[in-house]
């Protein structure tokens, strides 16, 4: 619920869409990779494409949150490293 609280609205064409921000986006990818291991070759290709485009502007107070609850420190502490 905090995840859509957060969300903004941006508009496209004659529409408007509630859109989540990068780190809540970052933050299913997160649960992904803990309910799936398979999928978390993929999943950190797309948070760091994500973190790419959106590096200057990342809560990364938040991340840590997301990482540090899916027991994923090595991989936020890299990440804060490479992006932060």
């Given amino acids: 619920l905090k995840m859509l ?3 903004k609205i941006k508009k ?3 529409l408007n869409i509630k859109v989540l921000l990068p780190e809540d986006l970052i933050g299913l990818k997160v649960q992904a990779m ?3 291991a398979d999928r978390r ?3 950190l290709a797309d948070i760091e494409s994500i973190l790419e485009k959106y590096k200057k502007v990342i ?3 938040l991340l840590k949150e997301y990482f540090y609850l899916f027991d994923f420190d090595d991989d936020y502490n890299q990440l804060r490293k ?3």
């Fill in 5 to 7: 609280s957060r969300s």
């Fill in 12 to 14: 496209l064409n004659d």
């Fill in 34 to 36: 803990a309910n799936d």
């Fill in 41 to 43: 070759n993929r999943e």
């Fill in 82 to 84: 490479k992006y932060g």
């Fill in 59 to 61: 809560d990364w107070k």
